[in-house]
C-alpha cells in the first residue's frame, strides 16, 4: 500500500484566518514532505521532516509552520496567508536511508493534495 | 547545478498511437537518480519508474517504456498504443546532489489523448 492521505481536499480562508493541513501515511516512512504546486508548474519543495526532525526548510515564510507530531503525521498551520499563496499543497513520504548519497535513492510517494484558495 | 529540461509543453495524440515523452537532464553527480511521475487531473503524483545511473538497460512496463543514454543524459519515456486514461501531466526528475533526497523537476509535459 502506498498511500498517502491529505485533509481537507480543498480549502477556502480569508488572509486572518488560522488553518491546517494534514496529511498521513501508514507505511512506516520516516521521511515527509511538503510541497507547493502552482497551475502549469511543477511542485517546489517547502519542508523535508526526518524521523520527526525539520531536516530541510526551503526558506519558506513564517506564515506556513510545519509540524511533524509522530512518525506518521505531518501537518501544515497556515496564518495570514496572501492570495499568491493559493496553490495545490502536496505532501509526500519516502524511506529514510541516510547513508553515502543515498537519501537520493529514495521513492516519494505523494497524496492527493489540498487545493488552498486564499481570499 | 542540476537541472531537469522538458521542452514538450504540450502534446495531442489520437488514442492508440505511440507517444514519447522528452526529458534532458543536467548534473555534474556520477551519482544519480531519475524518476518519472503522472499527475492526473486530480492532483496526485504517481510514481511510475525510478532508474539509477549506472542502470542504462531499458525498461518495460506494459505499455511505458523508458529509454535512458548516458551519452545524450536523456531519459524518454514512451508511452505505446495511447489511451484516453493516459491524459495527464509527466514529471521527469532528478536527485543526486547534497544527498538531501531533494526531486529536481522538469516543468512537466501535458499530454491529452482523444478519443
Known amino acids: 500500500d502506498t498511500e498517502v492521505t491529505q485533509t481537507p481536499k480543498h480549502l477556502v480562508m480569508g488572509m486572518t484566518n488560522k488553518k491546517s493541513l494534514k496529511c498521513e501515511q501508514h507505511m512506516g516512512h520516516r521521511a515527509m514532505y511538503w510541497y507547493k504546486q502552482k497551475a502549469k508548474k511543477p511542485p517546489e519543495l517547502m519542508f523535508v521532516?526526518?524521523?520527526?526532525?525539520?531536516?530541510i526548510n526551503e526558506s519558506v515564510p513564517s506564515r506556513f509552520s510545519p509540524e511533524c507530531p509522530n512518525s506518521s503525521l505531518l501537518n501544515l498551520h497556515l496564518h495570514a496567508l496572501q492570495p499568491e499563496d493559493s496553490a495545490l499543497y502536496l505532501c509526500a513520504s519516502s524511506q529514510e536511508r541516510t547513508s553515502g548519497g543515498a537519501k537520493a535513492k529514495n521513492i516519494q510517494y505523494f497524496g492527493a493534495g489540498t487545493r488552498l484558495s486564499v481570499l | 547545478a542540476q537541472k531537469v529540461t522538458q521542452a514538450q509543453t504540450e502534446i495531442s495524440v489520437v488514442e492508440k498511437e505511440d507517444v514519447t515523452l522528452d526529458c534532458v537532464y543536467e548534473t555534474r553527480d556520477t551519482t544519480y537518480y531519475l524518476f518519472w511521475y503522472k499527475q492526473p487531473p486530480s492532483g496526485e503524483l504517481v510514481f511510475l519508474i525510478r532508474r539509477n545511473s549506472f542502470d542504462e538497460q531499458n525498461e518495460i512496463s506494459g505499455r511505458y517504456s523508458w529509454n535512458f543514454q548516458k551519452s545524450t543524459s536523456s531519459f524518454n519515456f514512451t508511452i505505446t498504443a495511447s489511451q484516453v486514461v493516459d491524459s495527464a501531466v509527466y514529471f521527469c526528475a532528478l536527485t543526486g546532489s547534497g544527498n538531501t533526497g531533494k526531486l529536481i523537476f522538469g516543468q512537466g509535459t501535458t499530454l491529452q489523448v482523444k478519443p
Open positions: 521532516y526526518s524521523y520527526e526532525k525539520l531536516s
